[in-house]
């Protein structure tokens, strides 16, 4: 999210419509180092000792134990960008949560629930058309007070869509940290995501979307400095482009989206420290750090520190029915 009215080179995005946090105190995870990168489209080099952790879930199975990989989605949930000027593009750029919630449903739109979108020729334009519905003010009302979706807008707004497309929902759910409330009937009061929650959202039918924070390490006071927020899509977990690895989540980002490219996040959970939000028109708001997992692999971000504090996951009904 930005400020109203500024353009900006670099995704730069407030934190109430896209957010993550977590810091260290013995030492936060290095700045350099573990940052897995980007791949291009088709899976990044998938070879079949990963693919065998990926088979889809039979219907009415409902594991409570993730694989050690899912892959076998990323190729085929978009990985739309939200400054794509096509079709009149969209209001602003801090269209990020409307971007990344419109990938999945445009994913479940082909795999059974096919009321989520438009079903013409043009999929780019059936994904613009929902992008920009999603962002209204009938459902996650995008930028009406901050710049972008914090989760207590986008939230409710998911559900509403699910409705007014004649669908019911086995889960919507939120696990994290925010300034700002989320509603009681989406809140886990789960504040640190937990990632075995994500893998297994993500192997079932339905969504997951992460908020991600980002700004200033301060060594000195331990102290994460969150000055800006993004969200993404996940669509698969255990692989870094490479190789299987336990602590790597895929997303799609609709910052760099447009072109079907999977960028690797690398999980570190952290010992201390403490959050502080440093947004305009936000509470001047600190928070235990501990346990949050700071993440490396968004190439845009490499200069930045960026952590998880957020997540929702969507399921749908039928596999665990």
Not at 166 to 190: C, K, M, N
Not at 209 to 226: E, M
Not at 255 to 265: I, Q, R
Request: hydrophobic share 35%.
């Amino acid at each position: 999210m930005r400020e109203k009215g500024r353009r900006r080179a670099d995704p730069v995005l407030v934190l109430t419509g896209c957010l993550v946090a977590a810091c260290t105190g013995a030492g936060r995870a290095a700045n350099g180092g573990s940052a897995v990168g980007r791949s291009d489209a088709g899976g990044g080099g998938v070879t079949n000792a990963a693919a065998q952790g990926n088979a889809g879930n039979a219907s009415g199975s409902c594991s409570t134990t993730p694989k050690s990989s899912e892959i076998s989605q990323i190729a085929s949930i978009p990985d739309y960008g939200q400054n794509d000027t096509a079709y009149g593009g969209f209001v602003s750029g801090n269209y990020c949560g409307p971007t990344a919630v419109s990938n999945s449903y445009m994913w479940l739109s082909d795999h059974g629930f096919p009321n989520l979108a438009l079903r013409s020729d043009d999929r780019k334009k059936d994904q613009h058309d929902l992008i920009a519905a999603l962002g209204s003010p009938s459902y996650f009302d995008t930028n009406a007070v901050f710049d972008g979706t914090p989760p207590s807008s986008l939230l409710p707004g998911l559900k509403r869509y699910l409705v007014d497309k004649g669908y019911t929902h086995r889960r919507l759910e939120w696990q994290g940290w925010s300034p700002i409330a989320v509603p009681a009937e989406f809140d886990t009061r789960i504040q640190v995501p937990e990632l075995a929650w994500l893998k297994l959202g993500i192997e079932r039918t339905g969504g997951v979307w992460l908020l991600l924070a980002y700004g200033r390490y301060d060594s000195a006071n331990d102290r994460c400095r969150i000055t800006n927020g993004h969200w993404v899509t996940l669509v698969g977990h255990g692989w870094d482009g490479a190789q299987q690895d336990p602590d790597c989540l895929v997303v799609h980002d609709p910052w760099t989206g447009g072109s079907l490219t999977h960028e690797y996040l690398r999980t570190r959970k952290l010992a201390s420290g403490q959050f502080s939000v440093e947004v305009s028109g936000l509470p001047n708001y600190t928070a235990s750090a501990a346990g949050y997992y700071e993440t490396r692999g968004l190439p845009w971000a490499s200069s930045y520190d960026m952590w998880l504090i957020g997540a929702i996951v969507l399921e749908m009904p039928g596999d665990c029915s």
